[in-house]
């Protein structure tokens, strides 16, 4: 296999039979050693979390194929940290889609003279940033998607439903476990004419809180996993 991107929680390599393996690091998004969905850059090394998120990761894309939703999963090694999956082309250098279903974070730094942190937002908010973590992962609209040639119009509305529909699926889950998801980032891919959803579901990508206080990826997997 041939590494063909090195990237913040994942390595990337690609296989001869024409699929991708990810290798899951230890590596989380944060600022200052706080652990945060919302950051673009590795902010702290948690022991053991490459396999957790791995292990969440699988638990929710077989949750997913039930409900008959598509992805990129084809199967995982949890030993070795490694996930095999269909190939996707990303859209543009990268994007990221974000779904709140409460207003805190990076959307409270960006909009708190308008909503109070804790605000829930009815029926979900989905919002895309370019992956450059020299800009600071700029946001995108739809229209300006398409202005870049990066997305049509149709395809993100095609994404924007899977992205609903996705995060209404793992909310739901966990709060069959006393647990609240606040927010949730996703990736998308093209492949054979669709828009998939790609990279991985796991713990260090959402935002989840516990009797008002927020659980960190760690406890989130033993959450999940061990139920």
């Given at each position: ?74 199967d995982a090694n949890i030993e070795e940290a490694t996930m095999e999956v269909l190939p996707g082309k990303v859209f543009g250098h990268g994007l990221e889609v974000i779904c709140r279903l409460v207003a805190t974070g990076s959307f409270i ?82 492949n054979n004419g669709e828009v998939i959803l790609i990279d991985e579901i796991a713990s260090g990508n959402m935002r989840v809180y516990k009797d008002g206080k927020i659980v960190d990826p760690v406890e989130l997997t033993k959450y999940i996993?061990?139920?």
């Open positions: 296999m041939k590494l063909t991107y090195k990237g913040k929680t994942k390595d990337v390599y690609s296989l001869e039979n024409g699929n991708v393996l990810l290798k899951f690091k230890d590596d989380c998004t944060g600022k200052d050693g706080v652990f945060d969905p919302g950051e673009n850059t590795v902010g702290l090394t948690i022991d053991g979390i490459g396999k957790a998120n791995l292990q969440t990761s699988v638990y929710y894309f077989e949750l997913l194929k039930a409900a008959g939703i598509k992805t990129h999963y084809v730094r960006r909009y708190g003279e308008y909503i109070e942190d804790g605000t829930v937002l009815e029926g979900g908010y989905v919002e895309c940033t370019f992956k450059n973590d020299a800009k600071g992962d700029p946001l995108v609209t739809s229209e300006g998607l398409a202005a870049l040639g990066v997305m049509s119009e149709e395809l993100f509305k095609s994404m924007k439903e899977q992205t609903l529909k996705i995060t209404k699926i793992v909310a739901d889950d966990l709060k069959t476990i006393g647990l609240d998801l606040w927010d949730i980032k996703f990736e998308f891919g093209y996993l061990n139920r």
